[in-house]
């Protein structure tokens, strides 16, 4: 199946750019810069633009925990699970952005039985 160049698949894959280097930078960095937010908001865009793209637990787990982290709101044991969390919502909003482009292969991949 060819990739088609629609609007949709152009700002989903600017979608999935952004949440990977945003989880790339959080990663590496014990305190990310001010740029996430930026990011955090064309997420929820995303979100609110396309209904049903993508679920908002997910979206929900990737803003707030970013958010949170950035804001400096989490010390100690509580930072790092928060961490793991926010990295795993960008890591499916990464995953369903490759589904919705790939018009549902990658599901039927993954989960056919």
Same mark, same amino acid.
């Given at each position: 199946m060819p990739l088609r160049f629609t609007l949709f698949n152009a700002v989903t894959l600017l979608i999935? +750019?952004?949440? !990977?280097?945003?989880?790339? +930078?959080l +990663?590496?960095?014990r305190r990310t810069p001010n740029w996430p937010f !930026? %990011?955090?908001l064309l997420i929820l865009a995303y979100w609110r +633009?396309?209904?049903g793209a993508l679920h908002?637990?997910?979206v929900s787990a990737a803003v707030g925990g970013g958010l949170l982290l950035r804001l400096g709101w989490l010390r100690g044991r509580l930072?790092?699970?928060?961490r793991w969390i926010t990295l795993a919502?960008?890591?499916?909003?990464l995953l369903r952005g490759a589904d919705l482009i790939l018009g549902g292969e !990658? %599901?039927?991949l993954l989960f056919r039985r």
């Open positions: 999935m +750019a952004v949440t !990977l280097v945003t989880g790339m +930078a +990663a590496r960095r !930026l %990011s955090y +633009a396309f209904e908002g637990v997910g930072q790092e699970p928060v919502a960008f890591g499916y909003i !990658l %599901s039927y």
